[in-house]
């Protein structure tokens, strides 16, 4: 069912402009915008996916990935169809792209009060959109997280970082912790693999690093169009230089899907080199993601190199930590805000 859309403007001749994302997409009566699930009805904006919830699972927080937020705790993780993207890599490309390709939406009506309600009986801390591209129901994510935090749950967006500042704005208050992809660093690999922009994204996420949410990066490291030392240099040097060296860093292996099926996986030892670039750059928490089983998914202290957050995989197999802080050195790992109950 369609329902009314939030952040747009009329236009003249009964045109909107939806304003969510860095597309601010001109839209026509009886069209929707390049995501698929917001459209023109008479000169109105509508959104058709706040009662399409696809995606629904209970989550160890560190899938996400977070790793420092919250560590240890369980996520109520939702996801709707649709995404303002359209990467040829996409791992969730039966969820977010049917919409934009062949126009249908499939979901279920689930009030995000229920969502809430399913979350605490679980046990979750948290609520986190995810999945497809929650910028696309913003709806939907206001409100469930609206409920949310009056349950005394947090939120967490799991996103491509390619929204409209305003969008931002109006989130802020509502979202607590934030995984962003950064996919790349040229606007081409942007352009032709994504359909999108580089900027809005970098612009974005020193937005986000000043609005003061929890924020990790990722990076989907994929052999020959992101891998070269120049590329994942320039981007260990933006996280230091716009988010800050604590800022951790997520670099992951691709394995072929969608339009790339064919396309080669990527080598743990890129991953290392990334991983490495990263340090050398002066991050100071660089993780390898997809490859379960590596070290390099410990947490270390910066400080004096003891591992203070043991891994495998998305579980935790023990901490040297005493109120977020190494027990070896005292060093500060976990602000005291972003504590699980078990680290
Ligand atoms: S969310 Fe983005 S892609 Fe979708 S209609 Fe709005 S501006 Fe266009």
């Not at 109520?76 to 249908?104: D, H, I, K, V, Y």
């Not at 939406?105 to 979750?124: F, H, M, N, S």
């Not at 359909?195 to 970098?202: E, F, N, W």
């Given at each position: 069912m369609a329902t009314p859309a939030l952040l747009w403007k009329a236009l003249d001749d009964h045109d909107v402009q939806c304003q969510l994302c860095a597309h601010s997409c001109r839209i026509k009566p009886g069209q929707r915008g390049r995501c698929g699930v917001r459209e023109n009805q008479d000169g109105e904006l509508f959104t058709l996916v706040f009662d399409a919830v696809a995606a629904l699972n209970l989550d160890p927080?560190?899938?996400k990935p977070l790793f420092h937020f919250l560590p240890g705790t369980t996520t109520l993780s939702l996801g709707t169809p649709g995404c303002n993207l359209a990467c040829a890599f996409c791992q969730n490309a039966s969820l977010s792209q049917p919409p934009r390709e062949t126009g249908l939406i499939r979901g279920d009506r689930v009030p995000p009060k229920e969502l809430v309600r399913t979350a605490l009986r679980l046990g979750a801390a948290?609520?986190?959109?995810?999945?497809?591209?929650?910028?696309?129901f913003y709806e939907l994510m206001r409100e469930t997280a609206t409920a949310a935090l009056d349950a005394g749950l947090k939120n967490i967006i799991v996103s491509n970082g390619f929204q409209s500042p305003a969008c931002l704005d109006v989130l802020n208050g509502l979202i607590q912790a934030a995984n962003i992809d950064l996919k790349a660093f040229t606007d081409r690999f942007y352009h032709?693999?994504?359909?999108?922009?580089?900027?809005?994204?970098?612009t974005n996420l020193a937005h986000i690093r000043r609005l003061g949410?929890?924020?990790?990066?990722?990076?989907?490291?994929?052999?020959?169009?992101?891998?070269?030392?120049?590329?994942?240099?320039?981007?260990?040097?933006?996280?230091?230089?716009?988010?800050?060296?604590?800022?951790?860093?997520?670099?992951?292996?691709?394995?072929?899907c969608h339009r790339m099926a064919d396309h080669p996986s990527t080598p743990l030892?890129?991953?290392?080199?990334?991983?490495?670039?990263?340090r050398a750059e002066g991050l100071r928490h660089v993780f390898v993601g997809n490859v379960p089983g590596s070290d390099l998914e410990n947490t270390l202290c910066p400080d004096c190199g003891q591992i203070v957050i043991e891994r495998m995989g998305f579980a935790i197999r023990r901490t040297r930590l005493t109120k977020g802080?190494?027990?070896?050195?005292?060093?500060?790992i976990i602000k005291p805000e972003h504590l699980g109950p078990n680290v």
């Amino acid at each position: 069912m369609a329902t009314p859309a939030l952040l747009w403007k009329a236009l003249d001749d009964h045109d909107v402009q939806c304003q969510l994302c860095a597309h601010s997409c001109r839209i026509k009566p009886g069209q929707r915008g390049r995501c698929g699930v917001r459209e023109n009805q008479d000169g109105e904006l509508f959104t058709l996916v706040f009662d399409a919830v696809a995606a629904l699972n209970l989550d160890p927080v560190e899938k996400k990935p977070l790793f420092h937020f919250l560590p240890g705790t369980t996520t109520l993780s939702l996801g709707t169809p649709g995404c303002n993207l359209a990467c040829a890599f996409c791992q969730n490309a039966s969820l977010s792209q049917p919409p934009r390709e062949t126009g249908l939406i499939r979901g279920d009506r689930v009030p995000p009060k229920e969502l809430v309600r399913t979350a605490l009986r679980l046990g979750a801390a948290s609520m986190a959109y995810t999945y497809s591209e929650p910028t696309v129901f913003y709806e939907l994510m206001r409100e469930t997280a609206t409920a949310a935090l009056d349950a005394g749950l947090k939120n967490i967006i799991v996103s491509n970082g390619f929204q409209s500042p305003a969008c931002l704005d109006v989130l802020n208050g509502l979202i607590q912790a934030a995984n962003i992809d950064l996919k790349a660093f040229t606007d081409r690999f942007y352009h032709e693999v994504c359909a999108a922009r580089l900027k809005p994204v970098l612009t974005n996420l020193a937005h986000i690093r000043r609005l003061g949410w929890h924020l990790e990066v990722t990076t989907l490291v994929i052999p020959d169009l992101n891998d070269s030392d120049q590329e994942l240099t320039d981007i260990a040097r933006f996280l230091v230089r716009e988010l800050g060296a604590d800022t951790p860093w997520h670099v992951s292996g691709f394995h072929g899907c969608h339009r790339m099926a064919d396309h080669p996986s990527t080598p743990l030892d890129t991953l290392k080199r990334a991983h490495d670039i990263g340090r050398a750059e002066g991050l100071r928490h660089v993780f390898v993601g997809n490859v379960p089983g590596s070290d390099l998914e410990n947490t270390l202290c910066p400080d004096c190199g003891q591992i203070v957050i043991e891994r495998m995989g998305f579980a935790i197999r023990r901490t040297r930590l005493t109120k977020g802080c190494c027990n070896s050195c005292g060093a500060t790992i976990i602000k005291p805000e972003h504590l699980g109950p078990n680290v």
